[in-house]
């Protein structure tokens, strides 16, 4: 039998290129931040994951590893105990200020999954219970974008997207490269007429595809229900559409059209009001800030009792997360909907094979091979990427900010129109 005691847990933070993407917030600045978590057993096996990268995130990490130290890979229930003990403060969600908690446990589960599937020669889907899809589906995830960085001469390879025509252009990309059948827009962004357009040339040119939007809060609930005509029909789902639980449950008696969120519900105690007000029919599940995989697994089955459908958030990520994504995914029964990725936007990675390790086939990924998450670090990329964040100077993602290098006098506003 395999010693499974944690004998070290090793944090790194990485900074790797992020286009110059929009969103209700502002723009992507052009370093997305990362951390790597490494879970080494005293047999020497190490498990890997991949979490947020600010700054109150790093230090909730090193904080509680120690306290790690000599506890069972198998011990999630320990893990929850002893970081519920250590890791206090908030760091600032979609909703207000959310814990760390959640979130530095979720960090580390993976990485002790990931452990004790490489001890024991077991994928991370197989301890989850088992796999029930041969492929993970995923959605083109479209942006609205400039054509490069504030300062910056060289254009991103996507170009500028800001008009109808070169949205449909970039769907055709994400299409043509990956063979994505869903496409998700976000939105929020653009005056609303502007986005309409946009969301029906995407129609227009892929009839077929399931299509989405969301605009990250950023309409009035009055907006909201004045486009409903035009929506239905038209997409599958609508994520967001306006500021918080008891406004987006106004919209969604308007219209049978399920409204999804990744917004409003984002810990379990927003699950009761949420359904008590039928707010959102579509609860998209992130096992980074939802207490990691398990907790994600807990989140679908009570989604399942309730008739909720379920879909999977995402941010900017790399492999690690990539990989973790699709052996959740592939160990959940009622994973509804196509899931998000913002895979594609990123071109660096810090796992052995590089980009070439993922390859999506009819916009689909199969689990893995191998151990554990079927992965492995690259550690020339992760010694480049962690000089990356020391080089970059950026300790917490600002938007906001980022916006205002572009348009000086922007400012942020949820919701905006």
């Known amino acids: 039998m395999p010693d499974l005691r944690i004998q070290d847990i090793r944090v790194t933070p990485i900074a790797f290129y992020d286009p110059p993407l929009l969103n209700n917030a502002g723009c992507h600045e052009p370093f997305a931040l990362r ?10 096996v190490i498990g890997l994951g991949e979490s947020y990268g600010v700054q109150e995130m790093i230090a909730a990490l090193n904080e509680l590893a120690p306290h790690l130290v000599g506890m069972s890979v198998t011990n999630i229930s320990g893990l929850r105990a002893r970081a519920a003990q250590v890791v206090c403060g908030e760091t600032t969600g979609y909703s207000g200020q959310e814990g760390l908690l959640p979130r530095v446990i979720g ?43 504030a300062g910056q001469t060289a254009t991103d390879p996507w170009g500028e997207v800001l008009t109808p025509e070169q949205l449909v252009g970039e769907a055709q990309k994400m299409v ?14 653009l005056p609303v007429e502007d986005e309409m357009a946009g969301l029906e040339a995407l129609h227009a040119a892929f009839p077929d595809a399931p299509l989405r939007i969301d ?10 229900l004045n486009l409903l005509p035009r929506l239905t029909g038209m997409i599958e789902y609508l994520e967001d559409p306006t500021l918080g639980i008891e406004a987006n449950a106004v919209v969604q008696a308007a219209t049978e059209i399920p409204l999804a969120t990744n917004m409003y519900v984002v810990a379990e ?17 992130d096992h980074h800030y939802w207490g990691g995989l398990m907790a994600s697994r807990h989140l679908a089955r009570i989604c399942e009792i309730w008739g909720l459908s379920l879909g999977m958030h995402s941010n900017s990520h790399l492999g690690i997360s990539l990989a973790a994504m699709t052996h959740l995914a592939a ?42 998450l079927g992965v492995t670090l690259d ?14 100077g950026i300790l917490t993602r600002n938007d906001r900010a980022e916006m205002q290098k572009h348009q000086p006098d922007w400012q942020f506003a949820r919701p905006r129109y």
């Not at 004790?116 to 197989?126: E, I, N, P, S």
């Not at 043509?176 to 962004?189: E, N, P, T, V, Y």
């Not at 071109?347 to 893995?368: H, M, Q, S, W, Y």
Request: glycine share 10%; charged share 25%.
């Open 379 to 392: 550690r020339s990329e992760l010694k480049r990427l962690h000089q990356n964040y020391l080089d970059c």
């Open 176 to 189: 043509d490269q990956f063979g994505f059948r869903a496409l998700k827009l976000k939105g929020g962004i």
């Open 269 to 285: 105690k927003h699950l009761p009001p949420a359904i008590r007000q039928d707010a959102f029919r579509v609860i998209l599940s």
């Open 331 to 372: 160990a959940t029964p009622n994973l509804t909907y196509d899931c998000d990725t913002h895979y594609p936007w990123q071109t660096d990675e810090v796992i052995e094979g590089g980009k070439d390790a993922f390859r999506f086939e009819n916009g689909c990924l199969t689990v893995p091979e191998g151990p554990g």
């Open 215 to 224: 605009p990250n809060g950023g309409w009035h609930v009055h907006t909201a």
């Open 35 to 44: 951390s790597i978590i490494e879970v080494e057993t005293e047999d020497g």
């Open 107 to 149: 960090a580390i589960e993976v990485a002790m999954w990931d452990a004790l599937g490489k001890a024991t020669g077991q994928r991370v889907v197989d301890l989850l219970g088992g796999q029930v899809r041969e492929d993970v589906p995923f959605a083109a995830y479209l942006f609205y974008k400039f054509k490069s960085h």
